[in-house]
T-cell receptor
């Protein structure tokens, strides 16, 4: 079972360019999340979706957008990248939004904005 | 504000026992979680506590005291493969996870 697949695994991007990080899950989970992980900080929630067709803002949503057209896919878009968006991005899912917090994570996408 | 505190780094010896502490201040409480994250990899779920006391799962145990805002993860019979970061996270009253920065555990032979 693949679980959660993220792409690309690594990317270098020029400031001002747009970029979409892809995330696909095959567990039929209702809830999906995008986090960023920076050295010395805890995981920070960017956006989430409790079910297909709905999305919500997390702790650090500025500069990012998401969509949830179906259960499986939850892409994250940076419309105009800035160097402060250099980070490791993790997509995650859970069976439901309040399901005891057991999240299943993708392998991460390392993004460098120059 | 909400915050989760855990030590930045700990070192222990193979075969020994180590306790990683986590203290939290959050708006509401709907459970505390521990995740393991090996370098360059995704976090993976270890344990969940919502009631006070000790939850044991093989070599790993997790303890919770809600009145003290305190938890610990206990790792016994340490193995080299236990070298990883251990992340503490609390689910608040809005069912959002608040994450600590993680404790990097270094195991020495």
């Amino acid at each position: 079972t693949a679980g959660i697949t993220q792409a690309p695994t690594s990317q270098i991007l020029a400031a001002g360019r747009s970029m979409t990080l892809r995330c696909t899950q095959d567990m039929r989970h209702n809830a999906m999340y995008w986090y960023r992980q920076d050295l010395g900080l805890g995981l920070r929630l960017i956006h989430y979706s409790n079910t297909a067709g709905t999305t919500g803002k997390g702790e650090v949503p500025d500069g990012y957008s998401v969509s949830r057209a179906n259960t499986d896919d939850f892409p994250l878009t940076l419309a105009s990248a800035v160097p402060s968006q250099t980070s490791v991005y993790f997509c995650a899912s859970s069976a439901t939004s309040g399901s005891h917090g057991e999240l299943f994570f993708g392998e991460g996408s390392r993004l460098t904005v120059l | 504000g909400q915050n989760i505190d855990q030590p930045t780094e700990m070192t222990a010896t193979e075969g020994a026992i180590v306790q990683i502490n986590c203290t939290y201040q959050t708006s509401g409480f709907n459970g505390l979680f521990w995740y393991q994250q090996h370098a360059g990899e995704a976090p993976t779920f270890l344990s969940y506590n919502v009631l006070d006391g000790l939850e044991e799962k093989g070599r790993f145990s997790s303890f919770l005291s809600r009145s003290k805002g305190y938890s610990y993860l206990l790792l016994k019979e340490l193995q080299m493969k236990d070298s990883a970061s251990y992340l503490c996270a609390v689910m608040d009253s809005n069912y959002q996870l608040i994450w600590g920065a993680g404790t990097k555990l270094i195991i020495k032979p």
